[in-house]
């Protein structure tokens, strides 16, 4: 289980605070989750897919040698076999 120390603060017009307090009753979740939820979703997950991206990027730029997928799955298996 996450234990949760930071806090952040923000401040939301009546609408958005009764909209948002309306969902929590709802979803039967208090505000912070769905708060916290909407973080991750939006701005975490975009922040990861990003760093996957350029992490494949910088791999195919390595422009390896590559094998046939036989070669390269025996290889693989003579490897873990090899220790």
């Known amino acids: 289980m996450r234990i949760y ?18 969902l929590s009753k709802e979803q039967k979740k208090p505000v912070s989750v769905l708060i916290r939820e909407a973080v991750e979703r939006v701005y975490f997950k975009q922040a990861a897919l990003q760093r ?10 390595l422009d390896a040698p590559v094998a046939d997928w036989e070669q390269m799955e025996e290889e693989i298996i003579k490897g873990a076999l090899d220790e």
């Not at 009546?14 to 909209?19: H, I, N, P």
């Not at 996957?52 to 730029?61: D, F, M, T, V």
């Open 5 to 22: 120390t930071q806090r952040a603060q923000t401040v939301l017009t009546t609408e958005q605070y009764a909209l948002l307090r309306q």
């Open 52 to 61: 996957r991206r350029a992490a494949l990027k910088n791999l195919l730029s």
